[in-house]
């Protein structure tokens, strides 16, 4: 296997890299940020400086104005940009727009792309996903799909309550998954201003990097034309996973980066913090935390790079994207609190990053499924695998 980037991909993560040293990370006390995300203001002038550096939607087909990169060089580019909080939105490939994007590029009809992506592309438009609902509806399984949709002449009416929809407040779209009269499940989109759309309120969470927060949306008698079914009707389980594979492993490219960022912090501070007559680093107990980030980063690289080339290669990688979701998530994490843990005091106040770090990331291990659910996915395909084997063997 060769691990080698080309040289023009390794060329745009250099130009990424610089771009978030002088161009984001300044940004980051902006006061235009508030528990719920950045606000418009401060998401637009981000966007613009993306789009100034040319790298605003890299991860965008070229026919609809990105880049066109690969899976591999959005590990690349997508880690650079995680490097901040604010990144992935200055690159426009921040969740659940980056997640959409792929989808509506896969899915959508030349009119709706011309009409919800392409202006998304341009970053003049923000998206959501409305799919988990509150219990019994859907979360973790999505077959509890409560939302409902009913055939009424040319539209679908739909009715039903969605949660933790992130950046519901304020975007200008919606993909909404919901449940048909047999049982089946089918995508819709809609612009948010239409009438039997309410936001009722964004919810209070641990995590403050995403523009619009997340919010609980109820659809009433809202009526959606024929014309705006994302895909063919019944098929919105299937479209999920064209959505999902791909977005999980985006998601551990973004916090790879907040993770690196974390470490680089920790191993500054514990080279120049004098303890005991010596600077922290020469500690073992300290210098073994920093062996085992650089374990874990590794480790957790090397998981994307491969799922991301098995999706070069036209593989779903259903399998391989939750592996690398779970180990992802659990090292990054590690990483992270092991920083917490070098800082000291310093590591659990706003005196460094490294603390907005922390907070952010810990609802990685949730979104886009909880490891114990990916966990169990994996064991029931391994036994379905081993079955087969032995079924094989037996026929033999």
């Given at each position: ?90 690159l426009n ?87 048909m009269e ?98 922290l680093a ?115």
């Amino acid at each position: 296997m060769n691990f080698t980037l080309p040289p023009e991909i390794c060329a745009l993560r250099d130009r990424t890299r610089r771009f978030i040293a002088e161009q984001v990370i300044p940004l980051e006390k902006d006061a235009r940020q508030s528990s719920h995300g950045p606000n418009e203001a401060l998401r637009r002038e981000l966007i613009e400086r993306g789009r100034a550096a040319g790298l605003l939607t890299p991860h965008a087909s070229l026919e609809m104005g990105g880049l066109g990169l690969s899976h591999v060089a959005k590990a690349a580019i997508f880690e650079e940009a995680g490097y901040s909080w604010l990144g992935p939105t200055a690159l426009n490939i921040h969740a659940p727009d980056e997640g959409n994007i792929h989808l509506m590029e896969e899915v959508g009809t030349h009119a709706q792309k011309e009409r919800w992506l392409r202006p998304q592309v341009a970053g003049k438009t923000r998206s959501c996903f409305a799919m988990t609902e509150p219990s019994p509806g859907a979360g973790a399984d999505p077959s509890m799909l409560m939302t409902h949709a009913v055939r009424d002449g040319d539209d679908y009416v739909i009715n039903g309550l969605k949660w933790f929809i992130t950046g519901a407040d304020g975007a200008d779209y919606a993909i909404i998954m919901a449940r048909m009269e047999d049982g089946s499940a089918t995508m819709f989109l809609t612009d948010m201003d239409r009438p039997g759309i309410t936001l009722e309120r964004n919810m209070d969470a641990m995590d403050a990097c995403f523009t619009g927060g997340h919010g609980v949306l109820r659809f009433t008698d809202l009526r959606i034309p024929a014309s705006d079914v994302l895909g063919e009707v019944g098929k919105g389980f299937r479209y999920a996973q064209v959505r999902l594979a791909p977005a999980r492993l985006t998601h551990c490219m973004r916090w790879l980066g907040q993770a690196r960022r974390a470490h680089d912090i920790a191993l500054e501070y514990i080279r120049r913090r004098q303890a005991f007559g010596k600077p922290l680093a020469e500690h073992e107990g300290v210098g073994f935390m920093l062996a085992d980030n650089d374990m874990d980063l590794h480790t957790a690289r090397l998981h994307i790079w491969h799922t991301a080339w098995m999706l070069d290669q036209g593989e779903k990688c259903n399998f391989e994207s939750s592996r690398a979701k779970v180990v992802c998530s659990e090292a990054e994490w590690r990483v992270v609190d092991r920083c917490v843990q070098m800082l000291g005091g310093q590591g659990v106040t706003a005196e460094t990053a490294v603390m907005r770090i922390f907070t952010d990331m810990r609802a990685f291990r949730i979104y886009d499924g909880p490891s114990e659910v990916h966990r169990w996915s994996m064991a029931r395909k391994l036994v379905h695998q081993a079955d087969k084997a032995a079924a094989a063997g037996d026929q033999t």
